[in-house]
């Protein structure tokens, strides 16, 4: 696989672990899935096998559909590691509350079309949250960790993506939370259109009653 000067651990992850290293001169990140052990293990090889398959092909669709995504230098299947591009930059989730009101409303319209880029080709993200995407010195916004994604265009899935955006907004930037993802799905429209971010936005409000039902339920 190359070799590496001291890699270190920058994330542990329910998913994977992430490492910064040096690997052939470059800056990477390393994802590696561990072992489960509360799965069974040819069940828990299955799913290492797929995720580590799948993530890297979704990264390059993402990438041909105009999302600027991390290079992907390596796929050890038998390791369940991928070797990819370090990006440069900061957390979208520490800049928002760090810019000023027209810059944050710009930078979440420019995530909204991004998601936009995404549903339009087919592509859910599966964990839509400030932490994975990033903005570099160039005013790109990458988006990573698509380990959880998959290919669709259902409604329901598209529903869920970015229900998860709403709430990662709301837990984290609750300040100006509303603001943020009006500015999201304004950008969201300019890509699919009205008519599809209307529906969307029905089964997101469609998810949130279900969530409260449950919760009503589980209070009884």
């Known amino acids: 696989m190359g070799e590496r000067k001291q890699p270190f ?10 490492y910064f290293a040096h690997w052939h001169g470059r800056k990477v990140i390393m994802k590696r899935r561990l072992p489960k052990k509360y799965r069974l293990s040819e069940l828990d090889e299955q799913i290492k096998t797929y995720r580590t398959n799948h993530e890297p092909q979704l990264i390059h669709e993402a990438k041909k559909a105009g999302v600027p995504t991390p290079t992907i230098f390596l796929v050890d299947v038998k ?8 990006i440069e930059g900061k957390q979208v989730k520490r800049l928002l509350s760090e810019v000023t009101r027209k810059e944050r409303q710009f930078l979440c319209l420019k995530i909204g079309e991004l998601i936009g880029r995404l549903h339009k080709n087919g592509i859910i993200h599966g964990d839509l949250t400030t932490s994975n995407m990033i903005l570099n010195s160039k005013g790109k916004i990458f ?9 669709t265009k259902e409604l329901e899935a598209r529903g869920v993506d970015l229900h998860l955006m709403k709430k990662a907004l709301q837990s984290t930037h609750f300040r100006f939370a509303e603001e943020c993802f009006d500015a999201v799905i304004k950008g969201y429209s300019k890509m699919l259109g009205s008519e599809i971010a209307k529906n969307v936005l029905d089964k997101i ?4 009653r279900r969530g409260r039902y449950i919760a009503e339920r589980k209070g009884d």
């Open 205 to 208: 409000k469609e998810i949130e």
């Open 79 to 86: 390791g369940a590691t991928i070797i990819m591009e370090f």
């Open 143 to 151: 988006f990573v960790d698509f380990g959880l994604g998959e290919k």
């Open 9 to 18: 651990l920058i994330k542990r992850g329910a998913e994977a672990s992430l």
